[in-house]
């Protein structure tokens, strides 16, 4: 793999495109100013434009002569008037290839003494994507001949092409610039030197710089010299002593629907479009512009005007979803410009009392300074004096102490100089091997902040803790250790999936070093947008082209597909927070970082504490694995573990990997039910002890299953070939690991199953508040929605089987059903259900997350819901709606009764399904299935990927 796309790197080197110190002491200015800095240290060509709509106009009085400036100025103008003008509209979209094409061919037209010159030029130097981005190619083809005098020069002179080349971070860029460094020309040469300096995204080309050094180029070396000192960190301004920001308060929690709603998926993509739908909901002390469409864009500028970036402060903020669409609508209101990166923004500050792990690692990875502190004391407007040495913050108005803090780790502050925790791991790894290259020690540690070694040496490892360590290639992981463990396996949904796309193209990449990425289209298939099937047609592709796999619309959820590609004990992420493996760890993630482990192989992890949650005793007559999810809440509130109080949250999962124990013989798929479930939690992981039998039965169904992919034309079938390999390498020798006996635990829960004698489910609406049926029994419901990736194929049985035995002709109720895939469909067909659920009423949805995420088909507004659905957010699956989350079967009753049942009415209900239980449970096994056995016969697995499957079961 790596060997193939080294090699399509090399072939395109051929054509010029492969992707290939200031004082430290501590002044004291504001936010603004600093990042002011940070861009001035940039290599620069022209200043970086602000990114209100009116700066992208013409200030040319005559006609425009440019027919592509004259239809820019009217997407200008379209842009300039959404939001009624508010925060002067929002900026234009990045010019696409087409664009950035025609706009070369005016370049190439017009003479230097037009008055439309200088724009067209201002145009293609800010407005372009960087990476490998398909306009960055078409830009970077044109200063690539440019600069090698391959074309003449017209207003772009080739030491300017160079200086462009060189704002283009990384990818196609880089190989122009490498081929100079042994031109004639010493201009030129000293030129993209200077620009390699500061570009980290080289690759391969690193080895093409150090070839050159090695044959005694002198610019060669000044570039590793550079590289080596890390100039391209150490130019950059030091964090200063004290940051002054205007406080921007959202009381009580703050979830990622709330920053990135789920109905406006479609436009996330689009930073500045997504961004005016942040907060559009009204709340205490939210006054959106427009409800439920448009935030609160006056009260945004109306802070703005102290003349203070602003910092988001709330009292527990980004839980849920693993949205960094979420950080970048923050960013774009309180962030700063990034120089030739159209509309996205960096830095900025974000405070919480509490802040959920993936949100805090989006905030990072973007730049920004994430701070968890009390924030009893800070209130909307004020003006603040942040002390991020000290960690104190003073207000201005008493030059009073009103909360202190530390920050979570030591190398925040570098994340924050650096410009983010990828490009500062990209520098590090840079900078090492420049120091290699050159015959020295390959430390850094002279430069920057390295992560500190916890002192303490656990007596045992967990099984997340050993599960890490074999990533690493060591025992186990201690909780606080920095690692960056291999990355077996990437998962990337659609309406993250196009922002991951971006990433991987800002860091340049053209093949996945991860062993297996996986692309899904199961939340937008139902209902598509035109921007939808735009995705549906083009993301494929670029996956597949990359070496990753490609579902395709209508195929389900991607967990369900997901989880069937899992090697045991080994770790991944996805770009949806329940990505929660029942075999292995994950560690869900923004599209950022999602993107990082997809192109390198590896992710970043401080390793987290773990908390134990050990079963005892036997499930109860009429109980299901829905309601154990429920009682791990349940019970850590009775513990006062947990609390529902927004305000001084305490929440003993938050940020830790949830470790389950005492559940062995569970299947692969009931065992999926608790892991996914980890993420109401705000887990950072979660792992699920399972004896070596169920596992073994899962993964001779899902090598099958894989096979017949391949038959039906899935790709890239290398990829889905080394996965199979890895799989029966796996099955020849089976093995699972196990946690210590002596392992340590920042907390143990024992949850007695003989106590729990009837139904637990989340209260409208917030997944952590638990109660007993008994307790919320009579409650009117309105709809119910039976489907998620937090069902399977029984738990639709088992409802149809209730749904039979109706004694009423209709349901009081309206009732969504959505299986997760296409086979479960199918097979729920075969077998009659789908007949139950159509003469019932129920609406059938396509295969997906339907109902769950709120972006597609919705409940109605107000309404009382029973739903199965993963987590229960305000106005997540209707607007003001109530929703309970519950078992697929208490969905079911209630969906006959018109209310919450009382547990006797349950209990009545649930004989029917008890009596047929091993009919009703029976999974999915692929090897079972003639169709799937028939074609997976037909599919060899060729030595080569045999081969491969061989060195990275070693690892």
Request: one cysteine or more.
């Amino acid at each position: 793999m790596l060997g193939r796309i080294r090699s399509a790197r090399r072939a395109a080197s051929s054509l010029h495109l492969t992707p290939g110190s200031s004082s430290n002491s501590r002044s004291t200015v504001s936010a603004a100013a600093v990042h002011r800095q940070l861009l001035q240290h940039r290599p620069t060509v022209a200043p970086a434009l602000p990114s209100s709509s009116s700066h992208f106009f013409s200030t040319t009085t005559a006609p425009l002569s440019s027919a592509f400036l004259k239809s820019y100025d009217e997407h200008v103008a379209e842009r300039a008037a959404m939001a009624n003008g508010k925060l002067g509209g929002i900026a234009p979209k990045p010019l696409d290839a087409a664009q950035t094409a025609t706009l070369i061919e005016e370049l190439r037209a017009v003479s230097a003494s037009s008055p439309e010159a200088d724009r067209l030029v201002e145009l293609l130097s800010h407005r372009v994507p960087p990476g490998v981005d398909e306009a960055a190619y078409v830009k970077a083809a044109y200063l690539s001949a440019v600069a090698l005098g391959k074309e003449s020069p017209t207003l772009i002179s080739r030491l300017r092409a160079v200086e462009l080349l060189g704002t283009m971070q990384g990818g196609y860029n880089v190989g122009t610039l490498v081929e100079l460094l042994s031109g004639d020309d010493a201009e030129l040469k000293a030129s993209a030197a200077h620009q390699l300096k500061h570009t980290l995204l080289v690759f391969d080309a690193f080895h093409d710089v150090v070839e050159l050094y090695n044959g005694g180029n002198e610019a060669a070396k000044e570039v590793l010299e550079s590289w080596a000192a890390a100039e391209w960190f150490t130019s950059k301004p030091d964090i200063p002593e004290k940051i002054t920001v205007t406080v921007f308060k959202v009381t009580g929690e703050t979830n990622t629907d709330d920053l990135s709603p789920a109905q406006d998926a479609w436009s996330r993509p689009d930073v500045p479009l997504h961004a005016l739908a942040m907060l559009k909901n009204a709340r205490d002390g939210i006054v959106p512009e427009k409800d439920g469409e448009i935030g609160p864009l006056g009260q945004i500028d109306e802070l703005l005007q102290k003349g203070h970036p602003l910092a988001y402060v709330g009292d527990v903020v980004g839980t849920g979803s693993s949205r960094k669409s979420a950080t970048n609508s923050v960013l774009w209101f309180m962030g700063e410009d990034i120089p030739y990166v159209p509309n996205m923004k960096t830095g900025g500050v974000c405070i919480g009392g509490k802040i959920a792990p993936i949100f805090f690692n989006t905030m990072e990875d973007s730049g920004a300074l994430p701070i968890e502190m009390d924030v009893s004391d800070l209130n909307t407007g004020d003006v603040v004096d942040i002390f991020p040495y000290e960690g104190e913050v003073v207000d201005r108005a008493c030059d009073e102490v009103i909360a202190t803090f530390e920050l979570k780790t030591n190398v925040l502050l570098d994340e924050v100089r650096a410009g983010g925790r990828i490009p500062l791991i990209i520098g590090r790894g840079i900078t090492s091997k420049a120091r290699v290259a050159l015959g020295r020690d390959a430390s850094v540690a002279d430069t920057f902040n390295l992560p500190v070694a916890p002192t303490d040496t656990p007596k045992g490892y967990s099984l997340a803790q050993k599960m890490v360590g074999k990533a690493c290639g060591v025992d186990g992981v201690p909780p606080g250790q920095y690692c960056e463990p291999t990355m077996t396996t990437v998962g990337s949904q659609d309406t993250t999936g196009p922002m991951t796309r971006d990433e991987l193209k800002s860091l340049a990449c053209l093949g996945f070093s991860a062993d297996l990425v996986m692309q899904s289209f199961c939340h937008t298939a139902a209902y598509p947008k035109p921007v939808d099937v735009v995705t549906h047609h083009t993301l494929p592709d670029f996956i597949q082209t990359r070496g990753g796999v490609s579902l395709r619309p209508g195929d389900g959820i991607i967990h369900s597909w997901l989880n069937r590609m899992l090697v045991p004990d080994t770790v991944g992420t996805g770009g949806d927070s329940h990505t929660r493996f029942p075999l292995g760890v994950s560690f869900p993630a923004g599209s950022g970082l999602v993107a990082f482990a997809a192109a390198t192989g590896v992710f970043p992890l401080d390793m987290p504490e773990s908390v134990l949650v050990r079963f005892t005793g036997t499930m109860q007559p009429g109980i299901t694995l829905r309601d154990l999810v429920q009682a791990i809440p349940y019970t850590a509130i009775q513990n006062g573990l947990l609390t529902i109080e927004k305000k001084g949250k305490k929440n003993v999962f938050s940020g830790r990997v949830l470790e389950i124990e005492g559940l062995p013989d569970l299947k692969c798929e009931q065992a999926f039910e608790l892991s996914d479930a980890s993420a109401e939690r705000s887990a950072a992981g979660c792992t699920i002890k399972l004896n070596k039998e169920p596992v073994i039965e899962y993964l001779q169904s899902n090598v099958v299953m894989l096979k017949w992919m391949i038959s039906e034309g899935y790709g890239d079938p290398r990829t889905l070939e080394r996965r199979i390999a890895r799989m029966e390498d796996w099955l020849a020798n089976p093995h699972l690991m196990e946690a210590d006996d002596n392992a340590e635990y920042a907390e143990i829960i024992e949850i007695n199953m003989d106590e729990i004698k009837e139904p637990i489910l989340a209260l409208p609406n917030d997944p952590d508040a638990s109660a007993l049926l008994s307790e919320v029994a009579g409650d009117k419901i309105d709809e119910v929605f039976i489907g998620s990736c937090m069902t399977n194929i029984g738990h639709f049985r088992a409802a149809g089987k209730l749904l039979a035995d109706k004694k009423s002709a209709t349901l009081p109720t309206r009732l969504w059903v959505s299986p997760p895939t296409k086979m479960d469909a199918a097979q729920l067909s075969e077998e009659g259900y789908y007949s139950t659920f159509g003469t019932a009423g129920a609406r059938m949805e396509m295969p997906g997350c339907s109902l769950c995420m709120g972006n597609q088909a919705r409940v109605e507004p107000g309404c009382t819901v029973v739903s199965t659905s993963t987590r229960n957010f305000p106005n997540r699956l209707g607007q003001g709606s109530n929703v309970y989350l519950a078992s697929a079967e208490l969905a079911a009753i209630a969906s006959i009764e018109g209310k919450l049942p009382t547990v006797d009415e349950y209990m009545s209900y649930m004989n029917t399904v008890d009596a047929t239980a091993a009919d009703t449970y029976r999974y999915l096994n692929f090897d079972e299935l003639p169709e799937f056995v028939e074609a997976s016969d037909k599919v060899e697995i060729s030595d080569e990927m045999r081969e491969a499957a061989k060195k990275l079961s070693i690892l």
